[in-house]
């Protein structure tokens, strides 16, 4: 694998990971009954955290030839777009006008910034 595709690699893993955390803490949330600290020991909430925990060494990979101005807005923006497209699909979450405004602005400044790579 050529060495500068290595980064993207990981800044890709970065954000699959992030939105599998995001998406499994979301069904923790949807499915418990939380009355104790200890009902957070529920699997989905634990590889949620996992998921966070990987995604961080793998964006920190990312770092080390990436500059940050670039990886993170790239990051957060692809997670948005993705964490929002299955909070409709498989979470029946709604976007009104207003919320499908703010992810359009947020995939042209991604296509931007990837641009200047």
Do not use: H
């Not at 595709?5 to 970065?14: D, F, I, R, V």
């Not at 990971?17 to 957070?40: C, H, M, W």
């Not at 964006?59 to 409709?88: E, S, T």
Request: aromatic fraction near 8%; proline fraction near 5%.
């Amino acid at each position: 694998m050529p060495r500068q595709m290595t980064p993207w690699l990981m800044l890709a893993g970065s954000i699959l990971l992030n939105v599998a955390g995001n998406l499994l803490v979301k069904q923790f949330s949807r499915t418990s009954e939380i009355r104790s600290p200890l009902d957070y020991a529920a699997l989905p909430f634990l590889l949620g955290i996992a998921a966070f925990g990987m995604g961080v060494i793998f964006y920190g990979r990312a770092l080390k030839d990436l500059p940050i101005v670039l990886a993170y807005p790239i990051q957060v923006g692809a997670c948005v777009l993705v964490i929002a497209l299955f909070a409709i699909g498989v979470f029946g979450e709604r976007l009104g006008g207003a919320e499908l405004l703010g992810i359009g602005l947020i995939l042209a400044g991604i296509v931007l910034l990837a641009r200047m790579a």
